[in-house]
């Protein structure tokens, strides 16, 4: 057996046969292999629990399909990554899979911060008021020496366009490093073992992998952290560190295995040409205990996502439902309809007892609609506002359709 792991020994990628043989004499492979195989399919339960909830209980499509996609990044980078380690001959074309499935999340999560201002024109009109900062870190903390104005800036539509262009050009350019790093493979002018040599891609394709993934981060970053305060009752700073550090570990975790790994020798539990990718593969799946739970708390609940749902709708849904939606989210979470402010006048909101007028106006909504019904309408199409309140500009926010 000792020769097959000298063919092992970083040499050559086993096949899938090849390498359950050889857990016989590699007992840290088969601990590493068990351990991520329980952990996935933990995490594809909780995925499927968590779409099937908020389907049910999140009214809004447009939002609730957005918070699908941040809620199953995870579990879905872990069903990918499994397959990297069952499979080391196509560890590459896992992390690959990875990367196609976080840049949708990435938009559906810029998605969802405009949804919660009410769309793009709320957000723009909002926040003029409070021009964006971009001495964020992690690139921009360097800039906090020089003038405001030279960091600060309002926010236009075209900006926003160009800042979300910024975000999403990694979609482009992460792909074509994978692929151009899968075609030197096959060339053979792809070495790990020489990263640093200017004369071979390996660290060309690095570095712009690397400014890529600081450019998406950054201006990730600098979206969050200026929305931030307009959007406290959303609870977006957890959301935000789930988009950041999937960007960050599916993008910079590889880069940095790469040059740590130079001087590391080749042993167990994973002594393969692609230990590298297989390496990313585990810790990626590992990462997604940290991730996962913030998910479940904070995506799988009305709180911070939907703020306010019409008593009168809630005994429609009581009444048209069946004994399990009785005792459904939308009567569990009183903290979430117990949220203040929202659609309130400035004029009104200092002397209004909390919820008061948002109760008033949805349900005169419901009122009109059943004074003048319309057939062709169903109750799930039905539209509420969810709005803010702004002492400067009245009210602004999205529309929840039921």
Not at 167 to 186: C, G, H, K, S
Request: glycine letters at 6%; hydrophobic letters at 40%.
């Amino acid at each position: 057996m000792t020769e097959t792991h000298m063919e092992f020994n970083c040499t050559t990628n086993p096949t899938a046969a090849e390498m359950f043989q050889y857990f016989e004499y590699n007992p840290g492979g088969l601990a590493c292999v068990i351990l991520a195989t329980v952990i996935t399919v933990i995490q594809t339960i909780v995925m499927i629990d968590g779409i099937v909830w908020i389907t049910k209980n999140i009214p809004h499509s447009e939002r609730a399909s957005s918070m699908i996609w941040i809620y199953s990044l995870w579990p879905v980078m872990c069903i990918v990554s499994l397959f990297g380690i069952y499979l080391p001959k196509a560890a590459l074309l896992s992390i690959t899979a990875a990367n196609l499935f976080l840049f949708p999340t990435i938009y559906n999560y810029l998605n969802l911060m405009v949804d919660y201002f009410g769309g793009e024109d709320a957000m723009i009109g909002k926040m003029k008021y409070f021009p964006v900062k971009y001495n964020r870190p992690p690139c921009g903390c360097c800039c906090s020496c020089c003038p405001e104005k030279c960091y600060s800036r309002v926010l236009k539509k075209k900006q926003y366009i160009r800042l979300e262009m910024l975000v999403m050009q990694i979609a482009v350019i992460r792909p074509a490093m994978l692929f151009l790093t899968q075609m030197f493979i096959i060339d053979g002018s792809f070495s790990t073992k020489a990263i640093f040599d200017p004369g071979l891609p390996g660290l060309w394709i690095t570095i712009v992998t690397v400014v890529s993934t600081m450019t998406a981060m950054q201006v990730l970053g600098t979206i969050h952290h200026a929305t931030k305060p307009r959007l406290e009752n959303y609870s977006t700073v957890p959301k935000f560190l789930v988009v950041q550090f999937g960007l960050l570990i599916t993008n910079l975790q590889p880069s940095i295995i790469t040059f740590a790994i130079v001087a590391v020798p080749c042993a167990n539990p994973f002594p393969y040409k692609a230990r590298v990718e297989v390496w990313n593969c585990f810790l990626t799946i590992i990462w997604s205990l940290v991730f996962q739970p913030i998910c479940f708390k904070f995506l799988r609940t009305l709180r911070g996502n939907i703020l306010y749902i019409p008593p009168k709708l809630q005994a429609k849904r009581r009444s048209g439902g069946s004994a399990a939606a009785k005792s459904s989210a939308y009567d569990n979470d009183k903290q979430s309809q117990a949220l203040t402010g929202l659609i309130t006048k400035p004029s009104e909101s200092q002397n209004m007892s909390p919820g008061v007028e948002v109760a008033r106006e949805a349900n005169e909504i419901i009122e009109e609609e059943e004074e003048e019904p319309d057939e062709e309408t169903p109750l799930r199409r039905r539209r509420y506002s969810t709005g803010c309140v702004d002492e400067k500009m009245g009210r602004y926010g999205s529309v929840i359709e039921v």
